[in-house]
């Protein structure tokens, strides 16, 4: 895909740092898991007393949203800002 003109190339490196730092995040995060140093993260226990305070996160740990696979996680970030960069440079077209 061709996006001269599309996006300006400052727009171009945003674009490029949020994918690179989307799967170097992801990166550390299934390292730390295989050394050990980093469990499943739990937020109900984090959540606590402030568990009423946000509905939706306290939804998402009991629906198992925080124990799926880093594959997984990898994949839904990367399809959510690739489907905003195609939005931005289709709206431009």
């Known amino acids: 895909m061709n996006w001269d ?3 300006s190339p400052r727009e171009q490196h945003r674009a490029f740092l949020v994918l690179i730092g989307h799967i170097r ?3 550390e995060f299934a390292q730390a898991q295989a050394r050990g140093r980093s ?3 739990e937020p109900a226990m984090r959540l606590g007393k402030y568990r009423d305070s946000y509905p939706a996160l306290a ?3 009991e629906a198992g949203g925080f124990a799926e696979s880093i594959g997984t996680s990898l994949d839904f970030g990367l399809e959510c800002i690739l489907s905003g960069i ?3 440079t289709r709206a431009r077209r």
Do not use: L, T
């Open 86 to 88: 195609r939005a931005i």
């Open 25 to 27: 995040s992801s990166a």
């Open 59 to 61: 939804a998402a740990v």
């Open 5 to 7: 003109g599309w996006m």
């Open 39 to 41: 469990s499943s993260w």
